[in-house]
Structure formats: structure tokens, C-alpha cells
């Protein structure tokens, strides 16, 4: 299958600061890419849909203005948690669409806030 | 999209097979049945997925019932590796449509 990478895949920072996780596709150009957040012991939740070159669609309840995100290219997306906070420690999954039906999912990000 | 039903876990033993059920009943005619897994601290990976007919690839087979509201994945034999927890998703295709999931189940494989 194709192959989707993240970095980084842990990130230990202090609250306040802000975050950036980048989202690569690395064999396959991807028009749309998506990020979700999972919290330990639970499933994948759906943060934000984005597409190449348009502003990202947010799922109810996630706060567009914290969690930024830009899709710059058809290889690249990046999810940035502004003013991090501990409750905002999770991991980070970000997914990428090559052509349709195939979805394929990055490692993930261990984001740890102090 | 359709919401699925999954037992919480289930287990079986290395070289087995494991049946793998999943509960679609309000799945819609244009919805595909979708079957990840994520094994622990990784991203979900692709296993197979299928709209009515019976597929099958390296890793598993996808057996839809004929009135669609059920299916069940099978891995032939199944090895430690296999344990996990794992995703059917009912979805449709195309620009718009993304992946939900739910809760899962945890397959563990014992030696």
C-alpha cells in the first residue's frame, strides 16, 4: 500500500508553546488529508478535513483557531496546536486519500504537553 | 454514514482462523464496508474493503452478507501479530467522504 509519513512521530513541549506536525505522503499525490486525535484507550476521532490549496473543514467541537491546519501541496499537510496545553496531549494521526476508495494512515505523533 | 456494531474483543489461537463480525443494518446502497486495524501506538492500517461482493486479498477476506447488513472479516490464520484492534467502517466513496470510527474490536491472538 502507500505509504504516509509523519514528523515528528513524539513531541514533549511546555505549555503555552506551539506545535507543528507535518503530514507527508510519500509515493502518492493526496487531494485530500485528514487528522484525528486519539486519547489513550479510546478511537480515532475525526479532527479536520483538508483539502489542497482550500481551507480545512473542522468537525463539530474542534476549535479551528488552535488546531491549524495548512495543505499547501498535494504531498503535505501540517496540523499546528497553537498555545499547547496538557490537556491537548494525544496522539496524532493524520490519513491521506489516494484516489478514492484507498485512505492510508500516517505512524502518528505522540504529543506530550508539560 | 452508517454507524457499525462490533462485539468489544474476542480471542482465538495462533494459526487458526479468526472470524471477525461486524453489524451494518442501516447501511445505505452507495456505502462500502471498509475493514481496518491498528495495532497499539501505530496508525490504522488498510486490511480490504468490498460493497457487495466477497473479496479477498493477502491479508484477509471480507464475506457481505447478500442483504448487506452484516460482514465478516477472516484471517486465515491467524499469527501474534495479528492482535489488535480492529475497524469495520461503512463509508462512501469519493472527494467528499471520510472515514469514521467506531470503538472496534480487540482481537488477541494466543499462542
Known amino acids: 500500500g502507500a505509504v504516509v509519513s509523519q514528523h515528528p512521530s513524539r513531541v514533549i513541549c511546555k505549555s503555552g508553546t506551539s506545535v507543528k506536525i507535518e503530514c507527508r505522503s510519500l509515493?502518492?499525490?493526496?487531494?485530500?488529508m485528514f487528522w484525528y486525535r486519539q486519547f489513550p484507550k479510546q478511537s480515532l476521532m475525526l479532527m479536520a478535513t483538508?483539502?489542497?490549496?482550500?481551507?480545512?473543514?473542522?468537525e463539530q467541537g474542534v476549535e479551528k483557531d488552535k488546531f491549524l491546519i495548512n495543505h499547501a501541496s498535494l504531498t503535505l499537510s501540517t496540523l499546528t496546536v497553537t498555545s499547547a496545553h496538557p490537556e491537548d496531549s494525544s496522539f496524532y494521526i493524520c490519513?491521506?486519500?489516494?484516489?478514492?476508495?484507498?485512505?492510508?494512515f500516517g505512524p502518528g505523533t505522540r504529543l506530550t504537553v508539560l | 454514514d452508517a454507524k457499525t456494531t462490533q462485539p468489544p474483543s474476542m480471542d482465538c489461537a495462533e494459526g487458526r482462523a479468526a472470524n471477525l463480525p461486524c453489524n451494518h443494518s442501516?447501511?445505505?446502497?452507495?456505502?462500502?464496508v471498509y475493514w481496518y486495524r491498528q495495532i497499539h501506538s501505530q496508525g490504522p492500517q488498510y486490511i480490504i474493503h468490498?460493497?457487495?461482493n466477497n473479496e479477498t486479498n493477502e491479508m484477509a477476506s471480507l464475506i457481505i452478507t447478500e442483504d448487506r447488513k452484516s460482514s465478516t472479516l477472516i484471517l486465515p490464520h491467524a499469527t501474534l501479530r495479528d492482535t489488535a484492534v480492529y475497524y469495520c467502517?461503512?463509508?462512501?466513496?469519493?472527494?467528499?467522504?471520510?472515514?469514521?470510527f467506531g470503538k472496534g474490536i480487540t482481537l488477541s491472538v494466543r499462542p
Open positions: 490519513s491521506a486519500r489516494e484516489g478514492t476508495p484507498y485512505v492510508y
Open positions: 509515493d502518492f499525490q493526496a487531494t485530500t
Open positions: 483538508s483539502n489542497e490549496g482550500s481551507k480545512a473543514t473542522y
Open positions: 442501516t447501511i445505505s446502497g452507495n456505502e462500502y
Open positions: 468490498g460493497l457487495k
Open positions: 467502517i461503512v463509508s462512501v466513496t469519493g472527494a467528499n467522504s471520510k472515514l469514521t
